[in-house]
């Protein structure tokens, strides 16, 4: 079965950073576009940040563009997503995810998520 499992989320101040990265078993990463996604409370599912199948295209939310970036170790089955100057506003959970085909950011076309990992941003 197909797990994503994601990790390296915490308590950060604002202006600080954090990497976090996706494990994912079951399915070969080359076949997939991924991406992150996060939900905070009392508010929907956001798209973050998505990279293609071989990293040759990366996309992001207007939100976060200019101070996260996304990248992939397809041979190792791993994501990562480098989130710099961060602020209160990106305080959330943050989702892994993964479909078969790329560039379609609406989380309800993805089949493939993580159980998330909690960001805390204070100020």
């Known amino acids: 079965q197909v797990q994503l499992v994601e990790s390296g989320g915490g308590l950060v101040q604002a202006g600080g950073s954090l990497r976090l990265s996706c494990a994912a078993s079951?399915?070969?990463?080359?076949?997939?576009?991924m991406g992150w996604f996060r939900q905070a409370p009392g508010a929907g599912r956001e798209f973050v940040a998505g990279?293609?199948?071989?990293?040759?295209?990366?996309n992001f939310g207007n939100s976060v563009k200019g101070r996260f970036t996304i990248s992939r170790d397809n041979a190792n089955n791993m994501m990562y997503m480098q989130m710099n100057s961060l602020e209160p506003e990106d305080t959330a959970v943050y989702y892994c995810?993964?479909?078969?085909?790329?560039?379609?950011?609406?989380?309800?076309?993805?089949?493939?998520w993580g159980r998330g990992t909690q960001v805390t941003v204070s100020s």
């Open positions: 079951g399915l070969n990463l080359w076949n997939y576009y």
């Open positions: 995810a993964a479909r078969a085909s790329g560039m379609v950011h609406n989380p309800e076309t993805y089949p493939h």
């Open positions: 990279i293609s199948w071989n990293g040759g295209t990366t």
